[in-house]
């Protein structure tokens, strides 16, 4: 499920639909890319939160917003990384030994061989959308506001 924020701002609904037809994508871009910067600094946040214990900065430094499509009318912004055991962080699950007989990592400077790890969920990205509607929606319309009344 995508994640969606909504306005219940009837004036500003209102004004709103006044740029239909006027405002185009790449105008719009502004707006978007702000919303999507209110989500990537608390996903940031929330990975120094969750995992300050080992922090290397990699998942921290990779999360991003980047505009993934712009149309004659509208413009759609992505909130993510690319790194390859982000969604392991996000939703847990079981690492399993792939091309060996068991895993093998270091704790503590000691290492230890086991078959599987289960890795508790520690969501970053999700919360960084649930617990910010508020601003996410305050940016876009702080953005989009510009357009109706420069």
Not at 87 to 99: D, L, R, V, Y
Request: hydrophobic residues 40%; positive net charge; aromatic residues 6%.
């Amino acid at each position: 499920m995508k994640p969606t924020v909504t306005i219940n701002d009837a004036a500003f609904l209102k004004d709103l639909r006044s740029l239909r037809g006027k405002a185009t994508g790449d105008d719009m871009k502004p707006a978007a890319m702000a919303g999507g910067q209110v989500i990537e600094g608390a996903a940031k946040i929330n990975v120094r939160n969750n995992f300050n214990k080992h922090p290397t900065g990699n998942l921290l430094g990779s999360i991003n917003t980047k505009t993934t499509a712009v149309k004659k009318n509208a413009v759609t912004v992505s909130v993510g990384t690319n790194v390859i055991y982000a969604a392991i962080h996000e939703f847990g699950g079981t690492i399993k030994a792939k091309n060996a007989k068991a895993l093998m990592f270091e704790i503590d400077g000691e290492f230890v061989t086991v078959k599987s790890v289960v890795i508790p969920p520690r969501p970053y990205m999700r919360p960084a959308v649930d617990d910010n509607h508020g601003s996410i929606r305050d940016t876009i319309m702080y953005h989009l506001k510009k357009l109706i009344k420069p």
